[in-house]
């Protein structure tokens, strides 16, 4: 059974506190400061109606943080809107911390097609790879995707290598992973991968504990694409320069969500990063921070819905009325406002200029023509790689 939030958003928020709930990033970023979250800034609730499980509206498990949130309010505007518009609730929960964990929760429903507790989850492509070729998620009426046929961007309808023409699967956040440093401190900046190995950072640097992230930029940096047909022996060279620099301790530091406070202590001069956390840091610390998509190449993944087999009929066509919704550019561009990773849809920037036009020229949430040359995903592992690579990354890291 798939473990589900209390409904009542109140005990649902005491619960999470007790459970000692994994930080995330935005949460991180702010934790400093504020010392301790109370309730009111948890105060995330979920909106009530059943979807495929035998109600009628939809049930979204979703990553915390990933949708706009009035916080005085207590409501997501955006989601408030649709379900004005649709006539039905969409009970939204905030249910995924980690792709294997939350796999971990729904795999049984997976392999029988019952219904998981969700009627769609946004986990990240890697993971969807996973479930579509194992024929666990229903493919999309595009009949019913107006919005997504007309706007998705280009780059995205064929980045995932096991699902071509985004038939299982639509994006709904892009995190793009990228090279960053202190602006002062590192005055050339870091332009090649070789330039994280100056002895002037030694010890100042931090990369990412995430797999696919931190190797996908080693492998990019060393003259390999991270989505191409790559394998053992560049996965080897990679690790064996990972290895050297931990060895060395020119790389002080591998972590998870938790690097970002490195840089704003100064323990960090120089990282692999995720584009979303930096904007946040220089617009809460004076942007002391550059961050560029390297020519050699940066990361970038996508989050998308799927929806697994145990949905109904029903339910899929309320969910497929929901992503389409959201692929309206005046609509995403208030998601993006507030997560501030890249948006999927086209159009979202000129709607951002009614919305903020502060971020509408924001590289980090709009790359350019010539960043989406430089943008790589990372391919898809079978079973057997997954554990090798994964094992071996581990190991490298003395984990």
């Not at 020519?295 to 109904?312: L, Q, R």
Request: aromatic fraction near 10%.
């Amino acid at each position: 059974m798939v473990l589900r939030q209390p409904e009542d958003p109140i005990i649902r928020d005491i619960v999470r506190m007790i459970r000692g709930q994994q930080l995330d990033r935005r949460q991180l970023l702010r934790g400093a400061a504020a010392g301790a979250v109370g309730l009111g800034a948890l105060g995330l609730s979920a909106c009530s109606g059943g979807g495929g499980g035998g109600g009628d509206g939809v049930i979204w498990g979703n990553w915390t943080y990933y949708l706009d949130y009035d916080d005085a309010a207590g409501t997501y505007p955006s989601l408030e809107q649709f379900q004005e518009q649709a006539g039905y609730e969409v009970q939204y929960v905030e249910d995924i911390d980690d792709n294997n964990t939350f796999y971990g929760k729904i795999k049984d429903q997976l392999q029988l097609g019952d219904h998981t507790g969700y009627d769609t989850i946004t986990m990240t492509d890697w993971m969807n790879g996973r479930l579509i070729t194992a024929n666990q998620v229903q493919e999309f009426d595009y009949g019913n995707l107006p919005n997504v046929t007309a706007n998705l961007v280009d780059a995205q309808w064929d980045a995932l290598d096991v699902d071509p023409g985004r038939k299982f699967s639509i994006p709904w956040q892009l995190p793009a992973t990228a090279w960053v440093w202190n602006t002062e401190a590192v005055p050339n900046g870091i332009k090649t991968l070789d330039d994280f190995l100056d002895p002037k950072l030694k010890g100042k640097v931090v990369v990412l504990s995430e797999m696919r992230d931190t190797v996908g930029l080693i492998l990019a940096g060393l003259g390999h694409d991270p989505g191409g047909q790559w394998g053992d022996t560049e996965f080897d060279a990679a690790m064996a320069w990972l290895d050297d620099a931990l060895q060395s301790g020119q790389i002080g530091n591998v972590k998870g969500n938790s690097y970002t406070q490195d840089l704003i202590t100064g323990d960090a001069l120089a990282a692999m990063a995720w584009s979303g956390d930096v904007i946040m840091l220089n617009a809460e610390n004076d942007n002391q921070w550059t961050l560029e998509i390297p020519e050699s190449g940066g990361m970038i993944a996508a989050d998308s819905f799927t929806v697994p087999n145990g949905t109904s009929p029903e339910a899929k066509a309320r969910v497929e009325e929901l992503i389409d919704f959201y692929y309206d550019p005046e609509i995403m561009a208030q998601v993006a406002d507030y997560v501030t990773y890249v948006p999927p849809v086209k159009g979202t920037q000129e709607a951002m200029r009614q919305v903020n036009p502060e971020n509408a020229d924001n590289p980090l949430i709009f790359p350019s023509e010539e960043d989406w040359k430089h943008l790589r995903p990372f391919r898809t592992l079978t079973a057997e790689e997954d554990k090798k690579y994964s094992t071996q990354f581990q190991n490298v890291l003395g984990l």
